[in-house]
């Protein structure tokens, strides 16, 4: 995906430190990518925020979902199986974020449809190294589908 403009991400995650990891760590990838990093802090606001509604009106479709799986209220399979129902969202790519990478937490969630799932890690180096080939591969050597006004 070679862009003009920044990329739009979508983090959804209650944890803001592993938040003000992952930002950082797209600030520091390195991978001459542009992106904005959009931060809402609850599943809830990630549905409104993908689909608009307040106090998102004016929020930006994502090219890149970026979801944490244990939330309280709403968690990442409840977002995840809301997105893949919805036509205007279905077409999204999203990468699950989650400390929990035993092999059923996985395998449900790939049927669900996530596009990824990537394990959280602990050390701030490999969450760079991480961001950045992830940024590399879904922003930059797949080809995603054209962005809905």
Same mark, same amino acid.
């Given at each position: 995906? +070679?862009?003009?403009? =920044?990329?739009?991400?979508?983090? %959804?995650?209650?944890? /803001?430190?592993?938040?003000t990891?992952?930002?950082?760590?797209?600030?520091?990838?390195?991978?001459?990518?542009?992106?904005?990093?959009?931060?809402? @802090?609850?599943?809830? &606001?990630?549905?409104?925020?993908?689909?608009?509604?307040?106090p998102?009106?004016?929020? =930006? !479709?994502?090219?890149?979902?970026?979801?944490?799986?244990?939330? =309280?209220?709403?968690?990442? +399979?409840?977002?995840?199986?809301?997105?893949?129902?919805?036509?205007?969202?279905?077409?999204?790519?999203?990468?699950?974020?989650?400390? +929990?990478?035993?092999?059923?937490?996985?395998?449900?969630?790939? +049927?669900? !449809?996530?596009? @990824?799932?990537? &394990?959280? =890690?602990?050390?701030?180096?490999? &969450?760079?190294?991480?961001?950045?080939?992830? &940024?590399?591969?879904?922003?930059?050597? %797949?080809?995603?589908?054209?962005? /809905?006004?």
């Amino acid at each position: 995906m +070679r862009q003009l403009q =920044p990329a739009e991400v979508l983090l %959804v995650d209650d944890d /803001e430190d592993a938040a003000t990891i992952t930002q950082a760590a797209f600030a520091r990838a390195g991978t001459g990518i542009q992106a904005r990093v959009h931060h809402v @802090s609850n599943g809830d &606001a990630g549905l409104r925020f993908l689909r608009r509604l307040p106090p998102y009106e004016e929020a =930006p !479709r994502p090219h890149l979902v970026l979801l944490d799986l244990e939330m =309280p209220q709403m968690g990442g +399979r409840e977002v995840m199986a809301q997105i893949a129902h919805d036509p205007e969202l279905c077409y999204l790519p999203v990468i699950i974020l989650s400390s +929990r990478d035993d092999p059923e937490t996985v395998q449900d969630l790939y +049927r669900m !449809r996530c596009s @990824s799932f990537l &394990a959280k =890690p602990v050390d701030f180096e490999q &969450a760079v190294r991480n961001i950045g080939t992830l &940024a590399k591969y879904w922003l930059e050597t %797949v080809v995603l589908p054209r962005q /809905e006004s």
